[in-house]
């Protein structure tokens, strides 16, 4: 079983990652006018205050006052990735929203050539924290919950770098007008994509309150 010390560790490594991502994340997406990076940044910012959430809990489950309180510290960490689920969704329904109306508007016309290097920077880095978080997140239902975080922020990533070369390609063949709708599609498409993730984590963690017998101070049953 992983060690209280090691887990978090790595959830302190997460939170710190996920930090500078929404940094750059949403002062690029507010210097280049774009939906996609913001909902990019926003996911990161997210993840940093969830990611805390897990850290605190994390601290507690391995504390000896909560070893006297087995009932609670065994099914805190469903509670808290339910709750981790339920944020994200909103915030992809939220951004969903936000999209439509800017589709609507007529688009969004931004520059192609910084958010195509912001996409692959982001990518990179959502795939190194992914790799090392993932290699050891196999005995603790938390630090599996920050690997799906990951998983969906290189996606994200990845949809990013797709949406803007499309972009490019659009503005170069003189179809620009086209080109100004790439920014809020893609923010649609990683919503409505991204919204099954979050809400198959919420489930399984109330499934998991549900059937989780109390045996021990810490509860480590895997979600799937």
């Known amino acids: 079983m992983m060690s209280a010390l090691n887990t978090q560790k ?17 002062i690029l997406g507010l210097w280049l006018d774009s939906l996609v990076i913001l909902f990019d940044g926003a996911y990161s910012l997210v993840s940093v205050l969830l990611t805390a959430i897990s850290l605190l809990t994390a601290a507690y489950i391995n504390s000896p006052s ?45 520059n192609t050539a910084a958010a195509l290097l912001f996409g692959v920077i982001n990518l990179l880095a959502c795939i190194g924290a992914y790799t090392v978080i993932k ?48 920014d809020p599609i893609m923010v649609i498409v990683a919503s409505v994509y991204f919204i099954v993730v979050p809400v198959k984590m919420m489930l399984a963690a109330l499934k998991q309150l549900q059937t989780c017998p109390v045996q021990h101070s810490y509860c480590s049953c895997e979600l799937d």
């Open 10 to 26: 790595l959830l302190l490594f997460s939170c710190i990652s996920a930090l500078l991502l929404a940094l750059l994340g949403l």
């Open 66 to 110: 909560s070893r006297r309180r087995a009932l609670l510290s065994q099914r805190l960490p469903s509670i808290v990735i339910a709750f981790k689920g339920f944020v994200i969704a909103l915030m992809c329904s939220v951004s969903f929203i936000s999209a439509l109306l800017a589709m609507m508007d007529g688009g969004r016309t931004i």
């Open 135 to 182: 290699a050891q997140a196999s005995a603790s239902a938390l630090v599996i919950a920050e690997t799906k975080q990951w998983f969906m922020d290189a996606v994200i990533s990845a949809a990013v770098i797709a949406g803007f070369f499309i972009a490019a390609l659009l503005t170069y063949f003189d179809l620009s007008v086209y080109a100004a709708y790439a």
